[in-house]
């Protein structure tokens, strides 16, 4: 079955600290990979995606995500985080068989990062 | 218009209400989708249209929950007698054809009491 996993479901930073989290996935079929943030308030918006060739993609925000097939992950990344990122970050893969298409979702992350 | 909108916000209702949800996606999309969002969960999926019809609404839970999307744009999601078990975010999103990239709302979130 398929299915996303998120290692870390509340990480606390420090301003200018490095951001790792982590997703891995099971799923069979060809793989087109997200992340989304939901900031406080707001509706959940896109951060990055993975359909195909370059494995290390870059998102907004100076955000990118690093696909590795042989560990069925998709961990997202940012070397120095800021307190305007404190949100909720949600790894999904897209699934597309025939008349199902659907995103699968990991349980999220809660990020809060302190100034 | 600029975005998938959805209304209303908020609603709250009693147990053994019917509600209707809607959905305004993005003009121009073809596929629709909606999803439900727990407290301390990730989104899960419903129902997904292709134009006017219903291509997988496997993800509803069970037959009080009902969608439909008459005109290819505008959708409502339909629940009967409510349960309290129904309270959730419930999110839409739309996509232009071919693509899998979806837009979402800012979601409708629904209290049964």
């Known amino acids: 079955a398929q299915s996303v996993s998120q290692h870390n479901h509340h990480v606390i930073l420090s301003e200018a600290a490095s951001l790792e989290l982590g997703c891995n996935y099971s799923y069979g079929g060809t793989v087109n990979l997200f992340w989304y943030v939901q900031y406080p308030g707001q509706h959940l918006q896109l951060l990055l995606k993975?359909?195909?060739?370059d494995p290390l993609v870059k998102g907004i925000k100076g955000f990118e995500a690093e696909f590795i097939k042989s560990k069925f992950s998709f961990n997202l990344r940012k070397p120095s985080v800021q307190w305007s990122d404190t949100a909720e970050y949600f790894c999904?893969?897209?699934?597309?068989?025939?008349?199902?298409?659907?995103?699968?979702w990991g349980l999220g992350t809660s990020l809060a990062v302190n100034p | 218009g600029a975005g998938v909108s959805q209304t209303p916000s908020n609603k709250v209702t009693e147990k053994g209400k019917y509600v209707e949800l809607r959905c305004d996606p993005i003009?121009?999309?073809?596929?629709l989708y909606w999803y439900r969002q727990s407290l301390g969960q990730g989104p899960e999926f419903l129902i997904y249209f292709q134009g006017t019809g219903a291509a997988d609404d496997s993800g509803l839970p069970n037959d009080r929950f009902f969608a439909v999307r008459p005109e290819g744009s505008v959708s409502t999601l339909k629940i009967q007698r409510t349960e309290r078990g129904d309270s959730a975010v419930y999110l839409c999103?739309?996509?232009?054809?071919?693509?899998?990239?979806?837009?979402f709302g800012p979601g409708t979130r629904l209290t049964v009491l």
């Open positions: 003009s121009g999309h073809t596929a």
């Open positions: 999103a739309s996509s232009s054809q071919g693509a899998n990239e979806q837009f």
């Open positions: 999904a893969v897209y699934f597309n068989a025939g008349n199902n298409r659907k995103l699968i």
């Open positions: 993975y359909f195909s060739g």
